[in-house]
């Protein structure tokens, strides 16, 4: 009997032991949890969950007073759905985020609140359901992050900028990795394919904008993943259509090659321009060399910058002695430089307004002169003559001209002699005819003389 009454002492200092042994370490985790809920930088509340008064604020640590502006004494009864969020929508998905909570999950979402002062802040809120006192309760933990919610709006805010600035950009961009996939583009690069940028994300992309069997020749993005420089180059996709593509790698902070942004510009019609321009200028300079006809070109300094074969001949000069280095005002006649030197001028002003054809005389290299007719014409920034040798033509007019005076001088002298025999042979008319005039009178006064004596011897 004493030796139970023994053990039973013994078993009971040892439960008291444990008993001592477990509050001690009740009262260090109640410490620990109490400091914990004393000095937590984040808001926590304990709320009633479930019933009509769900929400209903139970505790709040200092915490939660420094975040909302309300005493303790203010808070506790508060209901925390319908009084602290800004958002008056929250209180529709209480029922949801309960039910998680009664299923053991952990509940976890973002809620702008509104403090006693009426200003607004953004809250990170961890729940989880607990019991106290054999009722369902809630355990609310809440993290001010307003500083980061307002650097991700004006993130977004910058992002959404930029994807404004880079799908405003007419040229197709588009970032690519080392696989040629295509893990970013601009609006006119989906345009381009007649897709929309979420359908584009994957696709490599020789697949959309080259042949879609196999690399682009001579790539200029593969290129850029070997040298990790920039590269461009012309390319003309399957369809016909002609790109100038420039590639710049990409690097991460530590230097290494994360992939290439493409930014190409469609230059299909400007490439056509090109052609149609250098098969006009071929034309041209088949006309220029071949029409037969001294041709020149100079700007508004009157520095020569071209000329035919047919206007070296007629100068005497080589091309490199006037090309770049004598205006067409060298070689005019000093008699005539004034009036072109003026003429061209009002060119100058308005060309609208002038001839465009006169005629002056040249002084080639041996010093002779040649008379010729110029036509003249603006092309793009440049006047264009052309000259035709009429000094032949010139001379035979002047030797027309001196056949002229010396004919209009015979004529004269024609005219007046055959004016003085025309006088001559007037006054001889008039002497025959009054001596045939006479005769008749005599004959007639003849006959009548004959008359009368016939008459009169009868």
Partial sequence: MVSEMNNLLKNYKKKIKELESSIKALRISEEKYRQI??????????????????????????AASMHTGYSHEELIGMNIVTALPADKEAKDLVNVRENDLKQGNKVLFSEK????????????????????????AALSINRDITQWKTAEEALQKSESQKQAILDGIKANIAFVNN??????????????????????????CYELWGNPKKLCEDCPTVKAFQTGQSECAILTTSDGRVWDEYIQPVFDQGGELIGVIKIAN?????????????????????????KGIAMGVFGEDSIITDCNTMLLDMLGFS????????????????????????????????????????ECSIINKNGEIINVIVNIGLIGE?????????????????????????????????????????MNLECFFDATLNRELR???LRDENKKLKAEAKKNKI
């Fill in 113 to 136: 609140k509104k403090r006693k002062d009426g200003s607004e802040y953004w809250t990170e809120i961890h729940i989880r359901n607990m019991l106290v006192g054999g009722e369902q």
């Fill in 37 to 62: 809920w004393e000095f937590a930088p984040d808001a926590i509340f304990l709320t009633k969950m479930g019933g009509k008064n769900s929400g209903k604020i139970l505790d709040a640590n200092p």
């Fill in 382 to 422: 440049n006047w264009v003559a052309s000259l035709a040798d009429i000094t032949d033509h010139k001379l035979a007019e002047e030797e027309i001209l001196k056949l002229k005076d010396g004919l209009e001088v015979l004529v004269v002298e024609k005219t007046k002699e055959l004016t003085e025999r025309n």
């Fill in 179 to 204: 696989n040629l996939e295509i893990l970013w583009v601009n609006m006119a690069g989906a345009k381009s394919v007649g897709k929309s940028p979420e359908d584009i994300i994957g696709y490599k």
């Fill in 319 to 358: 091309k490199s002695d006037i090309v770049g280095k004598m205006k067409w005002s060298d070689f005019v006649d000093k008699k005539d430089l004034e009036r072109l030197m003026e003429h061209h001028s009002q060119l100058l002003k308005n060309s609208d307004s002038l001839p465009l054809q006169y």
């Fill in 439 to 441: 005769m008749k009178e």
């Fill in 266 to 290: 469609e230059i299909t019609d400007r490439k056509k321009k090109e052609e149609a321009l250098k098969e006009s200028e071929a034309k041209f300079k088949n006309i220029f060399e071949n």
